[in-house]
């Protein structure tokens, strides 16, 4: 009898290829801007002068503006950009028709902005004791099984714009009280059954709840973006961080917000033999 194939999944999972590999496909600084931006601000500049590969702009301050912003910073940029972006925006609604009319219109004017990645922040959990990200909020789900099935349903409906649009759809997890475990986030990411979607993972976010590690080992291959706040974590902790990266080749996009590590990013992966 034949072996079965070890997957992803499997521990000791070793990808064919390895000796190829050559790291993160970018690594982009996050940059905010205002709701109605007339010029980029000086620091893009100095960005893409401090080695980075590009930006990934956060348009989590402008709810209800994100596609103004992105026709704007396309107009600014002159438009399609010839370097890697990712956008990072927050979904308002929590009816699945009218989220996917918004994530759509959003994916669109990625598209236009030739951003590889869209990072999608969900509505809260309203009432989640110790939760600041639902404080306060007025828009929401009455709770977690409503928050797990809207994710659920938005992957599976937003999964071929995304697709089309040829940017994956990541969800953040750990955000307003919902999508606390990385099993089932995994589960939904593969009923979608579909390349394009997956999640972001915020190492400082994750830490709260757990292992930042254990959440890429269980997800793998379905991360899409990882967000490495340098400064909020011990050398101990990037060592155990880019040990987890390195298992899984990962070979996608980091955010990190300190120009000077961007070394260290480059020298923790592999180069090709």
Known sequence: MSEAKETPDDPGYEPPG?????????????????????????????IIEAGFDGVAWDLREVPGAAIEVLAAIAA??????????????????????EAVDEITAVIEACAR???ICLSLTLPPIIGVAGCDDAAGSRTGFRSY???????????????LEAGSAGLALAIEPAVGGGLLSPVELRELIDGAYAASVGVCLDVARLGQWGSAADW????????????????????????????????????RTIICPDAGLIVRC???MPKPS
């Open 145 to 159: 099984q409503e928050h797990l099935n809207f994710t659920g349903a938005l992957l599976h409906e937003a999964r």
């Open 216 to 251: 890429i080992e269980t997800l793998c291959h379905r991360v899409c973006l990882v967000r490495l706040p340098f400064d909020m974590m011990t050398p101990e902790d990037v060592d155990t961080i880019f040990a987890a990266l390195i298992r899984f080749r990962y070979d």
């Open 18 to 46: 390895c000796e190829l590999w050559a790291g993160p496909r970018a690594v982009l600084a996050p940059l905010q801007l205002g709701p109605n931006p007339q010029a980029l601000p000086p620091s893009y500049d100095e």
């Open 76 to 97: 600014l940029l002159g438009g399609v950009v010839s370097r890697p972006c990712a956008v990072v925006c927050r979904c308002d609604a929590t009816s699945v028709g």
């Open 113 to 115: 902005l030739g951003a």
């Open 266 to 268: 480059r020298e923790a």
